[in-house]
């Protein structure tokens, strides 16, 4: 018996990295895990590994987003995990419209997607919300990620004002910030250089990697799903501090 036998999950970004974990865990506690993001190959063989749904869609298209998701049908879990860290550079220096990219998948894309589910998981009187934030979301941030962490801590607080209405209703919305993982994420961080990231930024990364604290996406994924199981709402989590 699964503690979320019976359950049905969603997790956007779960084709690698943490939100790949996070289905594997998900699936391990018995849920049927819908797997979301834009690159087929790896949603249909994260999919195919767990016995999930392969969802192909990229967050920030609205329109597709809405048909994939309408399809899947409801959701008792939703990780919210989709991001991208890009652009690195100084505030000014990146190109603009990849600034608003980012927000738009960080931010707008995480919103859409709860938003989709949390009509149904309160009609249930049953859901558990999860978005995917990140140490940068608070000063000081990642100053050489600035889109990244302003969208961090904008979604930080959605996250929260939602808990708060969601009080009693049965549904929990928690943000989890799951330390320096072991990802894709890091491999393209440490391949800036220091004169596009700042000297601070590029031998913390660095530094990290080189001495093996990073953290496997397997913890991670288990800290999210400690979460999931959990009945807290309203929090910010963060794996450093939890443990
Ligand atoms: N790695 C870290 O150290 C770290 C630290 C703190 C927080 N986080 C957060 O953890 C989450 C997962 O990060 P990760 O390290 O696993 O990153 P990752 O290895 O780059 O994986 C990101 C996942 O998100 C998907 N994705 C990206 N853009 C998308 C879009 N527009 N629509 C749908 N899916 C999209 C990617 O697949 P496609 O490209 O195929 O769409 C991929 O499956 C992110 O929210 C990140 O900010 C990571």
Redesign the pocket.
Known sequence: MGALDGRTALV?????????AVAAELAAHGAHVGV????AD??RRVAAEIGGTALV?????RDRLSSVLQRFGEADVVVA?????WPLGTFAGVDLAEWEAAV???LF?AVRVVRAFVPGMVARGYGRIVT?????ANPPGMPSANA?SAS?AALDMATLHLARELSGTGVTANAV??????????T?MRGHPADVVGVEFYERFHGLHERGE??A?STAAAFVVGVVLGDGNGEVLDIRTSR
């Open positions: 956007t970004g779960g084709g690698r990295g943490l939100g790949a979301l993001s834009r690159t790896d949603v869609a990229d967050v920030a298209d995990n989709a991001g991208v860290v738009e998948v960080n894309g995917i934030s990140s140490g940068a990244y961090k910030r799951p330390g320096v993982v072991d990802t894709d994420m890091q393209f990073l953290v996406p």
